[in-house]
């Protein structure tokens, strides 16, 4: 199973930029699916979740600004985020439950992480 983020990029304060993962392997199913930040000398932190039945959660941060979205025939997340300040700079990561074929085995892991899309904010 791999998690692969794409969209980030160099934006001005105020602008918007969309993110999204992709799940690939021999998935059966994908329950909660998250973004997660991390600036540069700071702890990672949970920006937005999405359940399997659509139900979101955001950090404080963020909210009213950024939307997680899912499309689940495609294992893809979605983060847009709008209005963006110069304190959103860091690197987004993808992260997701997921349930997944070993040989015959479904198996279920935990908190998958997709490789870093790095987001700049200018002032």
């Known amino acids: 199973v791999q998690l692969q983020a794409f969209g980030g990029g160099l934006v001005q304060a105020g602008g918007s930029l969309r993110l999204s993962c992709a799940a690939s392997?021999?998935?059966?199913?994908?329950?909660?699916m998250r973004w997660y930040r991390q600036a540069p000398g700071k702890q990672r932190e949970l920006v937005a979740s999405?359940?399997?039945?659509?139900?979101?959660n955001y950090g404080d941060s963020v909210k009213g600004r950024f939307a997680i979205s899912r499309d689940n025939a495609k294992n893809t997340v979605y983060l847009q985020m709008n209005v963006l300040k110069p304190e959103d700079t860091a690197v987004y990561y993808c992260?997701?439950?997921?349930?997944?074929?070993?040989?015959?085995?479904?198996?279920?892991?935990?908190?998958?992480w997709g490789q870093g899309t790095q987001v700049t904010v200018s002032s």
């Open positions: 392997g021999y998935i059966f199913s994908i329950n909660t």
């Open positions: 992260n997701a439950d997921i349930e997944y074929y070993s040989g015959s085995v479904l198996r279920r892991g935990y908190g998958y």
């Open positions: 999405i359940t399997s039945g659509g139900s979101t």
